[in-house]
């Protein structure tokens, strides 16, 4: 999976928002706290380099988060 959303999901019956998240709670974070799933992090820039950020995705080839820090 890259990306997920629920915005266009219905809110109620089966597939509705509140049992995917009720899913997500039971299954899959137990994993993440354990360590077991990890995020991929492409690389870590300080905010002041925002504009390389869009670069890199213009660019191509990320594979996982650019995630933006505090300086």
Known sequence: MTATNLRGRPTDGPDGKAAIVASVREGLWPLIETGQVQPVVHTRL????AATAHRLFDDGGVVGKVLLVRS
């Open 46 to 49: 300080p905010m002041t380099d």
